[in-house]
Nanobody, 128 residues
Framework: QVQLRQGGGGLVHPGDSLKLSCVFSARSLSRVDLAWFRQAPGKEREFVAYLSDSGVVSHYSNSAKDRFTIFRANAKDTLYLQMNNLKPEDTAIYYC?????????????????????WGQGTQVTVSS
């Protein structure tokens, strides 16, 4: 079982930066793959970024590529999403997610239905 507790978020202006955090704890030593998703009002939840258990492999959505960075720190028990050059279309509730045990299939990192555990969500609003 994995527990996720999110922090960060808030109201920023276009072009600003923001860093989201997600503290996670796992009761077993099995692998845990991590990801960030987001959901804007009236839209489906969408993939943002993925980080493998090893911390070596990462994937990003086209909208996040070159602006966002996913990484782990603090003895690897905290997941971060560094967001730079934020745009109004980045406004959404952001969720961290975890998949424990078996590795995700190719491309599966972008599928929200394959993740077992979710953070409580944090609001990010980008507005002038």
């Amino acid at each position: 079982q994995v527990q996720l507790r999110q922090g960060g978020g808030g109201l920023v202006h276009p072009g600003d930066s923001l860093k989201l955090s997600c503290v996670f704890s796992a009761r077993s030593l099995s692998r845990v793959d991590l990801a960030w998703f987001r959901q804007a009002p009236g839209k489906e939840r969408e993939f943002v970024a993925y980080l493998s258990d090893s911390g070596v492999v990462s994937h990003y959505s086209n909208s996040a590529k070159d602006r966002f960075t996913i990484f782990r720190a603090n003895a690897k028990d905290t997941l971060y999403l560094q967001m730079n050059n934020l745009k109004p279309e980045d406004t959404a509730i952001y969720y961290c997610a975890a998949k424990q045990g078996v590795s995700l299939p190719t491309g599966g990192w972008a599928r929200s239905d394959l993740y077992d555990y979710w953070g409580q969500g944090t609001q990010v609003t980008v507005s002038s």
